[in-house]
């Protein structure tokens, strides 16, 4: 508990300074799949920074928010648009002590999730998927489509 309140700290404060260069290189002693290609905004958010592998070329803007804890793939040349959400831990509603379920969430290669969508966890979104401004995404989305 302790380690993850520091983790969520020290990620907000690091997220919210101008300095790009300053994100990066914080984010890469965090996570070392993390390289110099990626572009992470202000005020992106973090939950287990260190479940989530990145591929190359991908963009973060501002607001987002990337759900690590039950483990997320990112493939290359991703864009995530501001106020997107991509969660990989839930909680069960059929169990009375609402247990936590993990679930690996899967971004492959040259995705696009828009503004404010929200992508549940457990969700495999195929190769050129596009995922529209506001969506919520609650089935896996085959390789190039729109939804």
Not at 26 to 54: A, D, H
Not at 96 to 112: D, G, M, Q
């Amino acid at each position: 508990m302790k380690n993850a309140l520091y983790e969520y700290v020290w990620s907000f404060i690091v997220t919210i300074f101008p300095s790009h260069r300053l994100r990066i290189s914080y984010l890469k002693i965090r996570n070392k799949t993390i390289n110099n290609t990626c572009s992470v905004l202000m005020r992106v958010q973090f939950k287990g920074l260190k479940g989530i592998e990145f591929g190359k070329n991908i963009v973060v803007n501002s607001n987002a928010m990337l759900d690590g804890t039950g483990g997320l793939t990112i493939g290359a040349n991703v864009h995530i648009a501001e106020k997107a959400s991509i969660w990989s831990m839930t909680h069960d509603p059929y169990d009375k002590t609402h247990s936590l379920i993990r679930a690996n969430t899967t971004l492959e290669s040259y995705v696009w999730i828009g503004s404010g969508a929200i992508i549940l966890p457990g969700l495999h979104i195929g190769k050129g998927a596009v995922v529209g401004a506001g969506s919520v995404v609650t089935k896996d989305v085959e390789a190039y489509t729109i939804v």
